[in-house]
């Protein structure tokens, strides 16, 4: 019997992989798994051998080097970017990214890319049939202050579809990008909304075995953060080492 294409494999039977794989998961099964089944794309392409590692100081020579004067202030505000008002739920982004120790990590660059409101990203590879939005690029970035803050003003996402299997819809979701002190420190996660009915379907995300870790790329709504007749405040914090460390991808696919 052949194997059915991805775009006939229903939901429910990747429910059911999934299911399976997090009914065997280890203690500390806490960052995503690189080869993952049910995520099928995982299959053909996850790391099979061991990491190389690069020569940091070589890698320095072609890496870039951000200063405080290269990235502007109007960069982390992404509803105006393009000359008019972005279609959508404005929303404020905040958090701050800190050490095992809850230290601050301090003038940090944080990149940020999105879809629109509408679930469309202003890419070739994004055909679906959702508008663009002729306001809103989805990309900004910012450095962390002296407390290790960082923010954002933006267009809450739609959710989109994509072709892992028949009807299968990602969570809204901001990918995150942060550079350590250098190129090689670069760390790379998403960063979801409460309480999305999509959570439990999507590999991506279920590819972290642990409960309580998926829980940590979960924003919180936080209303102090919100403004009268403005806009609505979500807080995500990021620790990038110790037990609570925010699951981070170790690859360059980011669907
Ligand atoms: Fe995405």
């Known amino acids: 019997m052949t194997a059915q294409p991805d775009a006939l494999i229903s939901q429910q039977a990747i429910s059911e992989e999934i299911e399976k794989i997090h009914a065997d998961r280890r ?9 993952f089944p049910p995520y099928r794309s995982t299959l053909l392409r996850h790391p099979t051998k061991e990491l190389r590692h690069v020569d940091p100081e070589g890698a320095e020579l072609v890496a870039p080097v951000f200063g405080h004067s290269d990235v502007g202030a109007l960069e982390s505000d992404l509803t105006i970017q393009r ?42 590879g994004d055909q679906h049939p959702a508008p663009v939005d002729p306001h809103f690029s989805g990309v900004g970035r910012c450095l962390t202050d002296d407390d290790g803050c960082y923010s954002f003003t933006t267009i809450k996402p739609g959710p ?24 090689t420190q670069r760390m790379v996660t998403q960063m979801y909304f409460p309480s999305d009915p999509l959570f439990a379907l999507d590999p991506i995300l279920q590819s972290i075995p642990d409960q309580s870790a998926r829980d940590r790329l979960i924003a ?18 990021v620790v990038l080492t110790g037990s609570h460390t925010t699951p981070m991808e ?3 696919d980011h669907v």
Request: proline share 5%; glycine share 12%; aromatic share 12%.
């Open 220 to 237: 919180t709504y936080e209303h102090d953060l919100s403004q009268h007749e403005w806009l609505m405040g979500y807080r995500w914090d």
């Open 27 to 35: 203690a500390g099964d806490d960052q995503p798994r690189l080869g």
């Open 250 to 252: 170790q690859k360059n």
């Open 160 to 183: 989109y579809p994509w072709r892992n299997h028949r009807n299968a819809w990602r969570p809204a979701h901001i990918h995150f990008s942060l550079f350590g002190t250098d190129f």
């Open 83 to 124: 000359g008019g008002e972005p279609i959508g739920e404005r929303i404020l982004l905040r958090g701050r990214i800190v050490d095992g120790d809850g230290r601050p990590v301090r003038r940090q660059l944080v990149e940020i890319w999105q879809a629109n409101a509408a679930g469309r990203y202003i890419h070739k």
